[in-house]
T-cell receptor, first 108, second 114 residues
Framework: AQRVTQPEKLLSVFKGAPVELKCNYS??????LFWYVQYSRQRLQLLLR??SRESIKGFTADLNKGETSFHLKKPFAQEEDSAMYYC??????????FGAGTRLFVKA | ETGVTQSPTHLIKTRGQQVTLRCSSQ?????VSWYQQALGQGPQFIFQ???????GRGNFPPRFSGLQFPNYSSELNVNALELDDSALYLC?????????????FGPGTRLTVT
């Protein structure tokens, strides 16, 4: 069965500290993995996807097929990074499965 | 370029009633997906429409149905509403691109069933 697990509902870090939002997935084939972000009073939007291998707003995520993980990382958190983050999986078709989300709170 | 819009913003219905939610896709997008997001949960896939045909469905009963029109706008219809249908309903439009797949989400419709 396809599943996305985000073990932390809330992650609180200080400004300037490193941040890692965890995402583990369950899928038998080769999935497409995404991170979506929702800032306060804004709509859900794509942050990054694994096939692009890009860094957006200082965030990166590496697909680890051995550990079936796609953790989101940033070396120095900023207050404007405070938001809800969703990891999502698309497995060779039309269906995108989202995790339950992690709320990141960056303290001044 | 116009983004994804949804109407209405909020809606209150009584158990057993029927509801129609509407979505206008982003310009140039021919695919629309609908999601249900319960409080404290991530979006859950309901179904997807591509060029007016349903081409995929999640684990939702048949009382959840949809339509896509020639201009790629879409409707989500829910019959025989139940209390558990109370949620935020999101639509997302997309078009397959060479570099991958990106969905653009609307602001959502908040449905409350009493």
């Amino acid at each position: 069965a396809q599943r996305v697990t985000q073990p932390e509902k809330l992650l609180s870090v200080f400004k300037g500290a490193p941040v890692e939002l965890k995402c583990n997935y369950s899928y038998s084939g080769s999935p497409e993995l995404f991170w979506y972000v929702q800032y306060s009073r804004q709509r859900l939007q794509l942050l990054l996807r694994h096939i692009s291998r890009e860094s957006i707003k200082g965030f990166t995520a590496d697909l680890n097929k051995g550990e079936t993980s796609f953790h989101l990382k940033k070396p120095f958190a900023q207050e404007e990074d405070s938001a809800m983050y969703y990891c999502a999986l698309r497995g060779g078709g039309f269906k995108t499965i989202f995790g339950a989300g992690t709320r990141l709170f960056v303290k001044a | 370029e116009t983004g994804v819009t949804q109407s209405p913003t909020h809606l209150i219905k009584t158990r057993g009633q029927q509801v129609t939610l509407r979505c206008s896709s982003q310009s140039g997008h021919n695919t629309v997906s609908w999601y249900q997001q319960a409080l404290g949960q991530g979006p859950q896939f309901i179904f997807q429409y591509y060029r007016e045909e349903e081409n995929g469905r999640g684990n939702f009963p048949p009382r959840f149905s949809g339509l896509q029109f020639p201009n790629y706008s879409s409707e989500l219809n829910v019959n025989a509403l139940e209390l558990d249908d109370s949620a935020l309903y999101l639509c997302a439009s997309s078009v397959n691109q060479g570099g991958g797949y990106e969905q653009y989400f609307g602001p959502g419709t908040r449905l409350t069933v009493t």
